[in-house]
Each structure stands twice: as C-alpha cells, then as structure tokens.
C-alpha cells in the first residue's frame, strides 16, 4: 500500500545489531548467528512497524482525523488478542511508573508521605512528618542582581 508522503526506507539496517543477535541467541539461535539471518530479522522489524503505523493511520483517516492516537493503533490491534493484551498490560506499567515518579518529591529528593488511615488507629501519620504532619519545603533566599557583591548564606 503506498501512502501520500511514504518516506523512502534507508538503506542498510535499521536496529543494532548487537540487540538483534541476542534476541536470536535468545530464542535458540547459534551463539555467533549468521550475518544474512541479522539481516533478515532486521527488515521484518522495520517493515513490520512501517506496516503497523500505516494501518493506524488508516484508522486515523476514517475517523477524520490526520493525527495518529494511541487508539487507532488498539484498534488496529483489535484481531490479535496477543498482542493487545500485551499492550494493554504496558499502558498500565507506564501509567502506574508515572503515578510513582509524581509521587516521588523531586525539589528535595525524598519520597512523600502519604497518610493512610487505618480502622481503629485514627490520626497516626507517615514517617517523617511533623507535628502538624505535613512536610515544609525551604525555600533559598534570592540574590538580586544588582547587589551581587553581598552574599546570602542560609
């Protein structure tokens, strides 16, 4: 299928040849494994994705739309129950490694505390946390620029 703004496909190979040789290693392949056989699975790779982009786009387009979402390309993947599953379950790792890093206070680099309440053990706090429990921030005092000869320490 030839789409409107194909990009011509470079020549050589497209992935590192060293991961794709572990790869094969990985699933059985001689240790050191032919050169022509690196090659091979390098230009299914490629073509494979090409392949899958364009489909998505495809879906794209019927729904009217020039943008690609993250959708289009479930949707395309709708048959092949796999694969979607596969997808699916690292949508969910990326979104619970994002809720972790928000989590994670990246001005001082330490974890926040969360209050978790328990039945029966009402008013206990995190580890850390003041009498108030909540954590205070410092802040660094500003020097002004036109006063650069006096230093501010604290």
């Known amino acids: 299928m030839t789409e409107p703004r194909m990009r011509q496909r470079g ?4 992935w590192e040849q060293r991961d794709l040789e572990s790869f094969l290693v990985a699933y059985g ?3 050191p494994p032919l050169k022509a056989t690196v090659l091979t699975l390098d230009e299914i790779i490629t073509d494979y994705i090409i392949e899958t982009c364009h489909e998505a786009a495809a879906v794209a387009t019927h729904a ?9 390309f479930k949707f ?12 699916s379950e690292l949508l969910e790792t990326d979104k619970e490694l994002k809720r972790k890093r928000k ?18 053990e009402k008013g206990k706090r995190g580890k850390g946390e003041g009498e108030e429990g909540e954590r205070k921030k410092k ?4 020097v002004k620029a036109e006063d650069a ?6």
Do not use: C, N, Y
């Not at 990246?106 to 926040?112: C, H, L, M, N, S």
């Open 139 to 142: 802040r660094k005092k500003k």
């Open 64 to 72: 009217r739309r020039q943008k690609i979402k993250l959708d289009d």
């Open 11 to 14: 020549k050589g190979p497209q």
């Open 103 to 120: 989590a994670f206070d990246t001005d001082e680099g330490a974890v926040v505390d969360t209050v978790e309440e328990v039945p029966g």
């Open 76 to 87: 395309m993947l709708r048959r092949d129950t796999a694969k979607l599953g596969r997808v």
């Open 149 to 154: 000869g006096t230093v501010v320490s604290g």
């Open 29 to 31: 392949d001689t240790a």
